[in-house]
């Protein structure tokens, strides 16, 4: 009769392991699938240059990715020097643009999310977009961007040689 109450309890400890393991899989997809993408935020997905202004004098690329992480690289310091680089989140609600910038989270600034405090969010109204421009505002501030075509060379990094 022990034997019986002693199988009893390895396959109670396996249905257990078993739902457990379920119930984490289910919680894990859940909060870490993303959404799909809106039509708005497809078109968005690729490389953009913004050109240099007055406002910002520095070329930057900014690359959005179908996982919501966008990547601005600043070419600061002349072509030959490497870009400096800045990671993002984004996602599109109706007709506003919301960037968060991600940095290298310490203990206290997860104690400070946890707690409530949401890092800073910039929002830029979408002007205009299409496949090739795309146009972003600030309250005090424009932005124009053009795709950055994929098929294209990269521009060249040393001076050529005249014959």
């Known amino acids: ?10 396959w109670s400890l396996r249905g257990l392991v078993a739902a ?5 899989g289910l919680f894990w997809w859940w909060f870490f699938t993303p959404e799909k993408l ?28 179908p996982n919501r992480i966008l990547t601005i690289e600043q070419y600061a310091n002349g072509p030959a020097a490497p870009p400096v680089s800045f990671k993002w989140t984004w996602r599109v609600e109706g007709d506003t643009l919301i960037v968060r910038y991600v940095d290298e989270m310490t203990f ?46 990269p521009e060249s990094v040393t001076p ?3 014959p």
Not at 1 to 9: A, E, R
Not at 54 to 64: G, N, S
Not at 130 to 143: E, G, N
């Open 1 to 10: 009769m022990g034997t019986q109450s002693f199988v009893k309890s390895r």
């Open 20 to 24: 457990t393991a379920l119930v984490s």
């Open 38 to 65: 809106t039509p708005v935020e497809q078109q968005l997905v690729g490389a953009w240059e913004m050109l240099p202004t007055p406002i910002a004098p520095k070329r930057a690329v900014h690359t959005f990715f």
């Open 108 to 153: 206290g600034q997860l104690i400070k999310r946890l707690a409530g405090e949401a890092s800073q969010e910039d929002r830029l109204d979408i002007i205009s977009l299409t496949s090739q421009t795309l146009s972003l505002a600030k309250p005090d501030q424009r932005f124009e961007l053009i795709r950055v075509n994929e098929n294209s060379a």
């Open 160 to 162: 050529r040689s005249e």
